[in-house]
């Protein structure tokens, strides 16, 4: 049996690699329609996985507007279990809060109190949430699609981990120049260390580019 759910990343982003202005205003890079699209990637999956600091961010709902379709359940990874309890993700679908194992007590009783459901994982090297620990918890709790919407870091965690199968990129016919990048440090000095990509796709919706491919293991 799989350890883990098929894991699709997808990022919005400009034609040079930024999902935010560097003061963070994202709303909105791509059109309406790849918008739509991407709600039909949540429709299309049993779970959507985003870090605590979009939740901060942005609040958004995580859930399914633009189509006809099920909202997944949302996955928040908050180490320290601190994103507030009034936040908009505690709403609608099942709520997953992944935390750090040792988190106080407290803070989990609240969060459970306004409905979330409550994971403990081990950190690996780097101090951050194991995400192989987080998809094989997803699994087990029977959820084997699994979309990641961002942002950066959890990009780059999820790419690092080696959890991504899938990659979607819409990307908008927009040049910021510098702005947040799409996928953070990776960690790369040479080119041939770079992730591999295959079964490469493009799509053109309206005026963006929607850019799918699989991630070569």
């Not at 959507?48 to 995580?62: M, Q, S």
């Not at 997944?72 to 180490?79: A, F, G, Q």
């Amino acid at each position: 049996m799989t350890q883990k759910p098929f894991v699709t990343l997808k990022l919005a982003q400009t034609l040079d690699g930024c999902i935010a202005t560097t003061r963070g205003d994202s709303k909105w890079i791509t059109s309406d329609a790849s918008r739509a699209r991407g709600h039909r990637l949540r429709v299309d999956s049993d779970a959507i996985l985003v870090g605590a600091g979009t939740v901060r961010a942005d609040d958004p709902e995580l859930s399914v507007r633009l189509v006809e379709g099920k909202s997944p359940t949302k996955i928040v990874l908050d180490s320290r279990l601190d994103i507030a309890t009034d936040a908009k993700v505690f709403g609608g679908a099942p709520l997953i809060l992944v935390a750090a194992e040792g988190v106080a007590n407290d803070r989990i009783l609240a969060r459970e109190g306004a409905g979330a459901h409550v994971w403990q994982v081990g950190v690996n090297g780097d101090g951050l949430l194991d995400l192989n620990l987080v998809m094989r918890q997803a699994m087990q709790a029977g959820l084997e699609t699994l979309l990641i919407e961002g942002g950066s870091r959890v990009a780059a965690s999820a790419l690092q981990a080696g959890v991504v199968d899938k990659l979607v990129v819409f990307i908008a016919p927009k040049i910021l120049g510098v702005g947040l990048p799409s996928v953070g440090e990776l960690g790369f000095e040479w080119i041939a260390d770079a992730i591999q990509l295959g079964d490469v796709d493009i799509e053109c919706i309206g005026e963006d580019l929607m850019y799918t491919a699989h991630i070569k293991k």
